[in-house]
């Protein structure tokens, strides 16, 4: 199984996901960052990001691959609305048309992107 890692990117703020997590693809890797950022929102500190947080997704390999940005209809539906489908049709047009990575600062990342149950 594939890992994927979720670097958490604002501004020029970096932390990278040094541990990643084993996912079946990048359907999963997408529907697994769109659950960060929607559980995120969900706690206090979650209430303070505004819409330029972004996830980025890379592979094992460091390639990055697309963004999941705290803009997206999607994530805002913090109630989990949304189903699969919609993902799918998002996730299809991030990876044809995403933004170059973002840079900045490298630090340590917190392991929240892990406990996402």
């Known amino acids: 199984m594939p890992r994927f890692f979720f670097h958490m990117v604002h501004s020029n703020d970096r932390l990278d996901d040094v541990t990643g997590v084993d996912l079946a693809g990048e359907q999963a890797a997408f529907d697994h960052a769109a659950d960060i950022l ?39 539906q913090v109630n989990g609305g949304g189903g699969s489908a ?21 630090r340590g990342f917190p392991l929240f992107c892990r406990d996402v149950s």
């Open 38 to 76: 929607q559980k995120l929102l969900r706690t206090s500190a979650g209430q303070d990001l505004d819409s330029t947080y972004l996830l980025e997704v890379a592979d094992a390999h460091g390639n990055y691959l697309f963004p999941v940005s705290m803009d997206l209809p999607i994530i805002q």
């Open 86 to 106: 919609k993902r799918r049709d998002l996730y299809r047009n991030l990876r044809s048309s995403g933004p170059e990575p973002g840079g900045g600062v490298e």
